[in-house]
């Protein structure tokens, strides 16, 4: 049996009533762009992220950049984020003109270091962008009291996160700004692109629904600079459709997780979730020092795993102008080659899970090793830290 890394198929065919259903509805409407699906979507968005405001838009990327935009960011301004992440976070920001200033990540949950940040902070920082990596949120609390101190507005990028929580507050209610993705893959997905800003402020939410829309108040008047960025109308009614069941699938996301852990603990470093946060588990991500043998060994197996991701940020080469030379960000240079990423989506069957068990307990069998090689694998750094 092979084990895929995901299955949109296998999503498809479970939940194709309701897809189909959605899909057919728009096409008969004639309505394919800002209309009546799109107004309910940000409605039950904004109800499920406990937003005052969703702001729809064609894809994470872009919810980032809108929600940058709607602050007037640009060249001569600084926005902390860090290296660990899809580039298209990085991406989003250079859009604008600022420049990234990069802040290193936790050797645990591989989230912003948030004890690093106002070393980092100058007169030109104008935004701080936790990301909430692999579905485990960023220290919002202490990374708000920060930004308060020095008057700077926060964005999450809760693109790997939708529906994960600290201490109850859902991931894109808390910062200034939460930008979400409906890539096909993610906890919530569209069947193409998509994306989305969450706010409180009534001002920016006006301010973004004009940005998306080349800048337009209503029709042909442009009271600011905008560009095209819209969840279409069959986007809309997919995720409709599917909203209702994250939770759910978070759920399965988390059974999963659990059943890895149990099984896996004594041999790599598993993921931790920090006591008061709601892991979603976009992504299950171990980290050892065989990684690229144990790869291969399970893909030989027919198990598909991934590295999320293996060149951060600061080290692609589109990225080297910002002048970062290696070792500039320590734990993130270190996790690098330790991390992957395990088969994770909600219809993965019991025996999918047994067999990447089996598959990584098996590796280490044949090495002789049976427990006590994740002492080797934990993170422990130079200065002593490990989270
Ligand atoms: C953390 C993070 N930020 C931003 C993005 C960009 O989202 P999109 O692919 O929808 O543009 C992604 C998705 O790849 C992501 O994982």
Known sequence: MNVPFGNMQVHYQA???????????????GYYILGPELDKFEAEFAQFVGAKYVVGCASGTEAIYLALAAEDIGPGDEVLVVAHTAVPTISAISMTGATPVFVDIKASTYVMRETELESKITARTKMIVPVHIYGHMAEMEAI?????????????????????TYRGAVAGSIGDYGAFSFYPSKNLGAFGDGGAVSTNSEEKFKKLKMLRNYGQSKRYYHDTLGINSRLDEI???ILSAQLPYVHQWNEQRRQIA????????????TPVEVSGFKHVYHLYVIQTPDRDELQAYLLERGVQCLIHYPIPAHRQQAY?????????????????????????????????????????????????VTEGHVQTATSVFADGQTV
Not at 144 to 160: G, L, N, P, S, T
Not at 345 to 359: A, H, K, L, N, Y
Request: hydrophobic residues 45%; contains cysteine.
């Open 258 to 269: 659990a059943r890895y852990t149990e099984g896996l603990k004594d041999l790599v470093v």
């Open 320 to 368: 080297q102008f910002l002048g970062y030379g290696e070792g500039s960000l320590p734990t993130t240079e270190h996790i690098v080659n330790r991390i992957l990423s395990l088969p994770m989506f909600p219809e993965m069957t019991s025996e999918q899970v047994d067999q990447v068990i089996d598959g990584i307990k098996a590796f280490y069998a044949e090495r002789g």
């Open 235 to 237: 986007q809309c009614a």
């Open 144 to 164: 708000m009291k920060i930004a308060a101190k020095h008057k700077i507005k926060v964005m999450e990028d809760v693109a790997q996160a939708t529906g994960a």
């Open 15 to 29: 939940y194709k009533a309701q897809i189909d259903e959605a899909v057919a509805r728009v096409l008969a409407s």
